[in-house]
């Protein structure tokens, strides 16, 4: 047997092909499927051959791999082969080539050189011999390259000019540093011994280590020596830090894929509209951005270092690189590398420019937060700039205020914003390659508006729309990729500034592209008669598309939003800055530019991908970001579009700790005035507003909000507990203590029998003693001394206190509970003062006992007379401070979502049997509600509507329409004992409905489920969104005149549950279906037992078919009455129509009838017949 993997090609020759590989084993042919426009195909496909011959005249046989171009007329489709007898591969170790490269040649002429690459597997297995284990070793090298004899390979350079680094984080311990400092009085206070190492195709080059600099000068070129074409992808840069004792330090790893600095064109395809052919790699002078760990230095082993080596994402940015990459052809390098030139210094000069860039963010809303015991704060940066833990550049108001979370009344937490919504503010200083960044985004409109057409093209063939109207999609989507390929792209010139020369064989490659793509298209509209052919020539063109609409030359660095728990990094996300990067243009303006975008922060590391003990998402956020040059930042100030004022406070905190009982300023961890974190002295007389801003009113006591939530807010069911509290003498009788009743922490209360029930309350108990606890027969537990604690069940001798605890729980009299806060000037009750034990625990706004720190924060109002000056301000000592910023929005928008889940299909399997117990928990802004469970299932019909009354959003009708908030559907596994497991997450978006219920009705659709990087299903659900009219407040500031509409009636019920309205569900038709099944084979063995007795379970639409049982398989595998019948109702769309369920059950003894197999027709359209 011969086995043969093809994986991937690549540098296959040719422009615009659809490489197709065919496989030729003696008289045996194989073909691959055909990948459609790239030349760089995977395609991972095995193939078997099988053969009984003598082995001598076996091995003499030939095997070929042969690359057509599959859009070729067959007599000049061949675009190279390569080779060689089977023996050749059955003399190599383990008779197996594993995972090497074939070079491809014409193979009428193989002097004329590569025809590019083909990694392939290649197994030949003889009698009795067992397959060796694959593995997917480092294969990117050039010795692990087959090539036939007579085939020449030019030999090329890279010459990689490396001229600077800077932003480089510390790497090395301070210690040293410490102890040098005093005994000689001076220290290095740049920590890190950085070089430079590039590789390429298993060769290396490096330049010299700078001691003790972060941002070295290297001024060296590198030399790296290669084949040309190569079959290896990226050239590899990477940062060291050197050590003197200790292996080298990686700080950072980059790639530059060579296909999109390089090109490569046919001489036939060669248009007069342009006289640019294929040119060799070539980069820079550009800045190369490295991404991996968290800057912040520590002398132990960090979890996340295996991300400066590039494995995985980086979280956090660490420096960058000024490179400039030549490849030249028949040379070989005289020495590793040499000192570059002052001309070269001279040049570059011009690309080191900077710009001042202006990068704002607004958090909106801040849900599913997944560490609610303590305070939660964010943090925006760019490169360096926003990091507020890096002393490199200057302070900006980058972080948000410390805030609680707060549980919704169902499962998750959110951060109560509120209306004043937190922004933050990053000076940066950049390059200006707004020329690159401008027409990359062009080419990303381009291929977003051409796959929603060809998605609504796709939709419309699966509903089988008449003929006419699939050609007016079809002309309509030719019409619009015939406009964007024709609208001309930013020019790059000689007097563009900081372009270089990549820059300009890139517009040219692309504008070239683009115009025979409009040609080619306009052609097709013209002359198409076939949809489905035509889908295939568009999609031809959105290949083309994407491979010139890759920007290599990105040197802005990404923007990263971190969630910090105090000091410590939780989760992230980083978004590329041309997403938000701010253009005159529309079409050349960042998709996110401006808008509110839904982020899912996840973990950083390989925490993020261990879906099964972290299958939570660390927080929501909707946030709002905007980037560009400091004087286009009135497109983000200037507030009459969006809603709401843009506001700027000096902030300062008023500290006390608590000393001998009393509240003192003295003998503090941190000043008595100070920043937030407690690190910075900053009294109210030393602000002094900065050039271009001006005081508004005086200082004010301003509570952070989160303090206004009670305890059992968001709740259904809440429970009082009292401790009373006895206390003795030695050798005395228990009486009642000093204080005889105490709340957990210790604090005084009532006597149980005087608290009341809170408003909107009821009782649903009576005080018991809890006795679910290590205490004695009565519910006491015992201890030397309350303020000791270490409370044990069994009474001593030298026992002087004891205590029970008293329970009572409590329920929300109406429906729904409230998760309002107090009003302000309910949390100024306390003049403003929040408590905690230390500062560094989360703080609350009732004093207790345990209580040794106290806080309260004071705003002053600032106003901006000049826009061109930040807000920072100069303290006393030389120090920094930046105010905070918020967007405040006097009215909000009060809207009704309505999820109408109707069913799911093919979820994943959570039980031992096979199947689950799903339920879904869907989150809306700070709302979530769960639906009913559904039993030993895979496909749960839940026919459920769930209401999300007094949806409060704070922006304009038209931010809504544009970028409605996210809906997201948590699946779960509900199991009697223990936690709930995790099935699969989806994310919607819901029809926003100004005018209250009309048409038209919405439309139930399937949305995809996932687990991590798995398919989890799919769930069959519609979302509406209505403005309400009942309950809201005036807006006549946004809503032009339109404060809301009538709501449509509730749907019917279904027990205390509403069901989906019978306008939205299917429409269903009686329909009968026949299931001939004759018996089972090769069943498996179940709990180490054999499967003798099994019976099948047919189950469609909620209605179940049982089978006979078989007696023996052994004697009998088939079933006495083969068919089986269904009567039942089902959708007449084919859209809606639910799988059938299949399962296999084995009938065993003491009536155990344990699921063995299970198995789901998802779409029965391929079985339906008209009757």
Same mark, same amino acid.
């Given at each position: ?7 991937q090609?690549?540098?296959i020759a040719?422009a615009n092909?659809s490489?197709?590989?065919k496989v ?31 082995a001598?005249?076996?091995f ?14 067959r007599?000049?489709a061949?675009i190279?082969?390569f080779?060689s007898d089977?023996g050749?591969?059955f003399?190599?170790q383990?008779?197996?080539?594993? !995972?090497?490269?074939?070079?491809l040649t014409?193979?009428?002429?193989k ?5 590019g690459?083909?990694? +392939?597997?290649?197994i030949?297995?003889?009698?009795g011999d067992?397959a ?7 294969d990117?090298l ?12 030019r030999?090329?350079?890279?010459a990689l000019k490396?001229? !600077? ?10 210690f040293a540093d ?6 000689m ?5 740049e920590? +890190?011994d950085p ?8 060769? *290396?080059?490096r330049?010299r280590? %700078?001691e ?5 000068e290297?001024?060296?070129?590198l030399?790296?020596?290669?084949r ?6 990226r050239?590899?840069?990477?940062m060291?830090d050197?050590?003197?004792f200790?292996?080298?330090d ?5 790639y530059?894929p060579?296909s999109?600095?390089?090109?490569q ?6 248009s007069s509209?342009c $006289? ?6 070539? #980069?820079?002078?550009?800045y190369?951005?490295f991404y991996g760990?968290? !800057?912040e ?8 270092d295996?991300?400066?080596?590039g ?6 940015y ?16 005289m020495?590793p590398?040499?000192?570059?030139d002052?001309e ?16 704002f963010?607004c958090f909106?809303e ?5 560490c609610?015991?303590?305070s ?5 940066s760019i490169?360096?700039?926003?990091n507020r833990l890096?002393?490199s550049?200057e302070?900006?108001s ?9 549980f919704d009344?169902s499962?998750?937490y959110f ?7 937190p922004c933050c503010?990053?000076?940066s %200083?950049w390059?200006?390659?707004?020329f690159?960044l401008?027409?990359f985004n062009?080419?990303? !409109?381009t ?5 929603? $057409?060809?998605?609504? +093209?796709?939709?419309?063939l699966?509903a ?7 050609a007016a999609?079809?002309i ?8 964007d390929c ?7 010139s000689s ?7 990549l820059?300009f ?5 692309r504008?070239?592209e683009k115009?025979?793509i ?7 509209r013209?002359n198409a008669?076939?949809i489905?052919e035509?889908?295939?020539?568009i ?17 802005m ?5 971190w969630?910090?728990?105090g000091?410590?990094r939780?989760?992230?996300?980083r ?7 701010f253009s %005159? ?17 996840k ?9 099964e003990?972290h ?6 956020i909707d ?11 009135d497109?983000?100030?200037d507030?009459s ?7 700027v406070?000096a902030?300062?905190y008023e ?10 300023t003295?003998c503090?961890?941190r000043p008595?005035?100070?920043n937030l ?15 271009g801003w ?5 200082w004010?006591i ?7 939530y ?7 069911? #809440?429970?009082?507990d ?6 003795r003498l ?6 009642p203590?000093?204080?005889p009743?105490t709340?957990i922490h210790?604090n005084e209360?009532v006597?149980?029998?005087?608290v009341?029930?809170p408003?909107?309350w ?7 003693v809890?006795?679910?606890r ?6 006491f ?13 069994v009474?001593?001798?030298?026992h002087l206190?004891?205590?029970?605890r ?9 429906k ?7 009003k302000?000037?309910d949390?100024?009750?306390?003049d ?5 034990p230390a ?9 207790r ?6 806080r309260?924060?004071?705003h ?6 000049d826009?061109?000056e930040?807000a920072?301000?100069?303290m006393?000592?030389g120090?920094t ?11 909000y ?6 999820v109408?889940?109707f ?7 959570a ?17 979530s ?6 039993y030993?299932?895979l ?8 209401i ?6 704070y922006?304009? *009708?038209e931010?809504v329409?544009?970028s409605?908030p996210?809906?997201?559907i948590?699946l779960?596994d509900?199991?009697q ?10 994310v919607?978006t819901p029809?926003?409905?100004l ?7 919405p439309r ?20 509406e ?8 407040r005036p ?11 009538d709501?449509p ?7 205390d549950?509403?069901m989906v309205?019978?306008?939205?569900r299917p429409?269903?038709?009686?329909t009968?279906i ?7 084979? $090769?069943m ?6 054999s499967v ?6 047919f189950e469609?639409?909620? %209605?179940?078919v049982n089978s006979?049982i078989i007696k023996n398989?052994?004697?009998?595998p ?5 068919l089986?019948?269904f ?14 369920n299949?399962?296999v ?14 198995h789901?027709?998802?779409?029965l359209?391929?079985f339906r017949?008209?009757?």
């Amino acid at each position: 047997q011969v086995r043969v993997r093809v994986i991937q090609g690549r540098q296959i020759a040719g422009a615009n092909i659809s490489p197709v590989v065919k496989v030729t084993v003696g008289n045996q042919a194989r073909q691959t499927k055909v990948k459609k426009s790239t030349n760089r195909p995977y395609f991972d496909e095995m193939f078997f051959f099988n053969y009984q011959e003598i082995a001598s005249t076996f091995f003499d046989n030939l095997i070929s791999f042969e690359v057509f171009n599959s859009q070729k007329l067959r007599a000049n489709a061949l675009i190279g082969s390569f080779e060689s007898d089977v023996g050749f591969f059955f003399d190599q170790q383990d008779h197996m080539v594993n !995972r090497k490269w074939v070079l491809l040649t014409d193979p009428e002429d193989k002097m004329e050189g590569a025809k590019g690459y083909l990694k +392939v597997t290649v197994i030949v297995l003889g009698p009795g011999d067992e397959a060796p284990i694959n593995h997917d070793d480092e294969d990117d090298l050039e010795n692990n390259l087959l090539q036939p004899a007579g085939v020449i390979m030019r030999t090329s350079i890279f010459a990689l000019k490396v001229y !600077r680094a800077e932003d480089i984080p510390q790497m090395d311990s301070s210690f040293a540093d410490s102890v040098k400092k005093v005994f000689m009085g001076e220290a290095n206070k740049e920590l +890190v011994d950085p070089y430079v190492l590039v590789s390429f195709a298993g060769k *290396q080059s490096r330049t010299r280590c %700078h001691e003790k600099s972060d941002h070295p000068e290297f001024k060296e070129e590198l030399f790296v020596s290669f084949r040309l074409p190569s079959m290896c992808e990226r050239l590899k840069i990477q940062m060291y830090d050197w050590d003197r004792f200790t292996a080298d330090d990686c700080i950072g790893t980059a790639y530059l894929p060579l296909s999109a600095i390089s090109g490569q064109t046919e001489e036939e395809v060669i248009s007069s509209l342009c $006289n640019c052919s294929g040119f060799l790699p070539t #980069f820079g002078p550009c800045y190369v951005n490295f991404y991996g760990s968290t !800057r912040e230095y520590s002398d132990l082993p960090d979890e996340f270092d295996d991300l400066n080596l590039g494995i995985g994402e980086g979280v956090a940015y660490r420096g960058r690189l000024l490179v400039e990459l030549e490849t030249t052809l028949g040379e070989n390098a005289m020495s590793p590398s040499e000192d570059l030139d002052d001309e070269d210094i001279i040049r570059i000069q011009p690309f080191l420019r900077r710009r001042k860039f202006k990068l704002f963010a607004c958090f909106l809303e801040a849900t599913m937060v997944a560490c609610p015991d303590s305070s939660v704060q964010f943090e925006v940066s760019i490169g360096n700039y926003g990091n507020r833990l890096d002393t490199s550049v200057e302070p900006s108001s980058s972080s948000t205020a410390a805030c609680n979370p707060v549980f919704d009344g169902s499962f998750y937490y959110f951060l109560p914003w509120s209306d004043s919504k937190p922004c933050c503010s990053v000076e940066s %200083h950049w390059e200006d390659i707004a020329f690159r960044l401008e027409a990359f985004n062009m080419l990303t !409109r381009t291929l977003e508006r051409l796959q929603k $057409n060809m998605d609504k +093209v796709e939709l419309a063939l699966d509903a089988k729309m008449p003929a006419p109207e699939l050609a007016a999609l079809v002309i309509a989507l030719l019409g619009d990729l015939i406009q964007d390929c024709r609208r001309p792209l930013p020019e790059v010139s000689s007097k563009t500034a900081g372009a270089n020369d990549l820059d300009f064989k890139k517009y040219a490659q692309r504008e070239k592209e683009k115009l025979a793509i409009a040609e080619e298209a306009r052609k097709l509209r013209d002359n198409a008669t076939d949809i489905e052919e035509a889908m295939n020539e568009i999609e031809g063109y959105q290949k083309r598309l994407e491979l010139v609409a890759v920007e290599p030359q990105n040197c802005m660095p990404d923007v990263v939003i971190w969630m910090l728990n105090g000091n410590k990094r939780v989760a992230y996300h980083r978004i590329p800055a041309y997403e938000v990067l701010f253009s %005159h243009s529309e079409q050349a303006r960042g998709k996110h530019c401006g808008k509110v975008l839904s982020v899912f922060l996840k973990y950083p590391g390989k925490k993020q991908f261990d879906i099964e003990d972290h299958p939570e998402v660390p927080c929501k956020i909707d946030v709002a970001l905007w980037l560009g040059l400091e004087k286009d930042q009135d497109a983000w100030t200037d507030r009459s579009n969006t809603g709401g004022e843009f506001i700027v406070f000096a902030e300062t905190y008023e500290n006390m700790t608590k000393f001998l009982g009393k509240w003192t300023t003295k003998c503090a961890a941190r000043p008595s005035w100070s920043n937030l974190e407690g690190n910075e002295k900053l009294l109210k007389e030393s602000f002094i507003p900065p050039l271009g801003w001006r005081w508004d009113g005086d200082w004010f006591i301003d509570p952070e909000k989160s303090g206004g939530y009670d305890q059992d807010t968001g709740h259904m069911v #809440f429970m009082e507990d009292l401790f009373e509290n006895e206390a003795r003498l030695p050798g005395g009788n228990w009486e009642p203590a000093t204080t005889p009743w105490t709340d957990i922490h210790g604090n005084e209360a009532v006597d149980k029998d005087t608290v009341t029930c809170p408003e909107g309350w009821d009782w649903n108990q009576e005080w018991t003693v809890d006795m679910n606890r290590a205490v004695d027969e009565d519910g006491f537990e015992y201890s030397v001394d309350p303020s000791v604690g270490a409370y044990v069940p069994v009474e001593k001798t030298y026992h002087l206190s004891r205590r029970r605890r008293w329970v009572r729980t409590r329920k929300v009299i109406k429906k729904k509970p409230s998760i309002e806060p107090k009003k302000e000037k309910d949390l100024l009750e306390g003049d403003g003062w929040e408590y905690a034990p230390a500062f560094s625990l989360r703080f609350h706004n009732k004093e207790r006992t345990v209580d040794l720190v106290k806080r309260r924060r004071w705003h002053r109002k600032m106003l901006q007379e000049d826009p061109t000056e930040p807000a920072v301000f100069q303290m006393e000592g030389g120090n920094t401070s930046t105010p905070r910023m918020f967007i405040k929005f006097e009215k909000y928008q009060k809207f009704q979502l309505r999820v109408y889940l109707f069913q799911a299909s093919d979820l994943l399997a959570a039980d031992s049997d096979g199947l689950a117990d799903p339920y879904a928990r869907v989150v809306f802004q700070k709302q979530s509600q769960t639906t009913c469970t559904k039993y030993h299932t895979l496909c749960p019909m839940w026919d459920q509507t769930l209401i999300f009354e007094d949806v409060m959003i704070y922006r304009t *009708q038209e931010l809504v329409v544009e970028s409605p908030p996210k809906i997201v559907i948590e699946l779960f596994d509900k199991d009697q004992v223990g936690k709930d497991e995790y099935m699969g997450r989806c994310v919607a978006t819901p029809e926003v409905k100004l005018h209250g219920q009309g048409p038209p009705a919405p439309r139930l659709l399937w949305y995809p489920v996932t687990k991590g990087d798995m398919e989890g299903g799919e769930i069959l659900a519609a979302f509406e969104l209505f403005l309400s009219i009942w309950g809201m407040r005036p807006c006549t500031k946004f809503l032009r005149g339109d404060e809301g509409a009538d709501l449509p009636y509730y749907p019917p019920m279904n027990k205390d549950l509403y069901m989906v309205p019978s306008g939205i569900r299917p429409v269903v038709q009686r329909t009968a279906i026949e299931v001939l099944c004759w018996g089972v084979r $090769n069943m498996k063995k179940f709990q180490l037992a054999s499967v003798s007795s099994p019976s099948i379970e047919f189950e469609c639409g909620g %209605h179940v078919v049982n089978s006979t049982i078989i007696k023996n398989t052994q004697k009998n595998p088939n079933f006495d009455q083969p068919l089986f019948f269904f009567d039942v109702y089902l959708p007449k769309e084919e859209l809606y129509t639910p799988p059938m369920n299949i399962k296999v059950r084995d009938n065993r003894s003491f009536g155990r009838r344990p699921i063995v197999g299970v198995h789901c027709i998802n779409s029965l359209q391929p079985f339906r017949c008209e009757p």
